[in-house]
């Protein structure tokens, strides 16, 4: 990541860093935002051909302030920046290579400090691109799982003959709500889609994964579908307070996922410590897997407290990934996981898979 971006995100969510607070400072700000108006803007396409950009804005008021906005196309989480004009309206752009051909519903919503919200929308229509022959082959697309417990990642690999505009993942049916995202890591396989959902809101047991992926004329194609088994039991869930090396949770010998989530509050971050015992000569990885948007830090750290490995500041669209290789002697070694900003909308769940070579 770099400076601008983490300061981009740091100016982002200062606002969040305030209490819950209205105004005054007293009482608990419980007015949400009133949007004024949300516009969806296709712009005409290019001279030379290609994607035409499409503006999505939107006017709000709070009594407070607004402090982020977010727009959702068909309901589906457009997963991307949304910057405040001088004028004070809100602005996310993209492109129609993004969006499939037709008429779709655009959803703004206002956020202020307090997490009070309310939403706007607007019709945006997409025409398809000028082609010589009319894409009428859908695309092809293929679903993965990972994970079982706490979070799980969902990936796709699709591809078109033409683009693929979208690719959306549904459980048992239901969209995850968030359009899928392209590439995880360096070393994912061309043409792979992921999105990451939250295993405790969903019941024990088997649950159905579909990927439906849509080109740039409208034609969609629904993946084979792949089951995601829900086991709460199958790893250690945080417990708080685990602030200090002293309320650390203790990890059992053999476990080897975690799960836990970030929660700030008047703009302290969360921290979550997790004790466990290094046998010697052993070298312990740990990989973090988070939701987007959050910047978190994870470190291994020995039982003075002294950092042992890891002290980056990691996006968590990268993978966080640690290790320690412990001398002859076993040792009590504690992970630490932080957060740059407050928890928001409850979005700072993580994951953590330990293995030990
Ligand atoms: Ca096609
Ligand atoms: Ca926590
Ligand atoms: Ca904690």
């Known amino acids: 990541m770099t400076v601008a971006m983490r300061c981009r995100l740091a ?86 290579a993004h969006i499939p051909a037709g008429t779709h519903t655009v959803t703004s919503v206002a956020y202020d400090a307090a ?15 000028a082609l010589a022959t009319p894409d009428t082959t859908p695309p092809v697309v293929t679903a993965a799982v990972d994970g079982s417990f ?48 939250d295993t405790t809101a969903l019941s024990a047991g088997a649950h159905q994964v579909v ?3 849509t080109d740039t004329s409208g034609n969609s194609t629904d993946s084979a579908p792949v089951t995601v088994t829900v086991d709460s039991t199958a790893g250690l869930t945080e417990t708080e307070p685990n602030d200090t090396l002293a309320t650390a949770n203790s990890v059992a010998a053999g476990t080897t996922l975690i799960t836990g989530t970030l929660t700030g509050a008047n703009g302290k971050p969360d921290v979550d410590l997790y004790k466990l015992s290094l046998p010697a000569n052993q070298t312990l ?3 973090m897997l988070s939701f987007q948007y959050q910047d978190m830090q ?46 928001f909308d409850g979005l700072d769940r993580y994951r953590l898979t330990l293995s030990y070579q």
């Open 285 to 287: 990885r740990v990989d």
């Open 150 to 197: 706490g979070l799980a990642k969902l990936t796709a690999i699709a591809t078109d003959d033409v683009q693929v505009a979208w690719v959306q993942f549904l459980v048992d049916g239901k969209s995850t709500g968030f359009l899928g995202r392209e590439s995880y890591m360096g070393s994912d396989p061309r043409n792979q889609y992921f999105t990451i959902i």
């Open 11 to 96: 100016l982002a969510c200062a606002p969040l860093l305030l209490s819950a607070c209205g105004g005054d400072g007293s009482s608990p700000d419980t007015t949400p935002p009133q949007v004024m108006s949300t516009t969806a803007t296709v712009q005409p396409p290019p001279a030379g051909g290609g994607p035409a950009e499409v503006y999505l804005e939107v006017r709000a008021n709070d009594n407070v302030k607004v402090t982020s906005v977010k727009f959702l196309i068909d309901g589906n989480d457009v997963n991307g920046d949304t910057q405040q004009n001088n004028d004070g309206t809100w602005l996310h752009e993209m492109d129609t």
């Open 211 to 213: 990927v439906r992926a």
């Open 298 to 343: 994870v470190t291994l750290l020995d039982a003075n407290g002294k950092l042992l490995a890891g002290n980056e500041w990691m996006s968590a669209s990268e993978v966080n990934t640690i290790s320690y290789a412990n001398g002859g002697a076993a040792q009590d070694v504690t992970i630490s996981v932080t957060s740059l900003t407050v928890g």
């Open 115 to 129: 997490g009070n919200s309310s939403e706007g929308t607007a019709t945006l229509t997409v025409a398809p691109p």
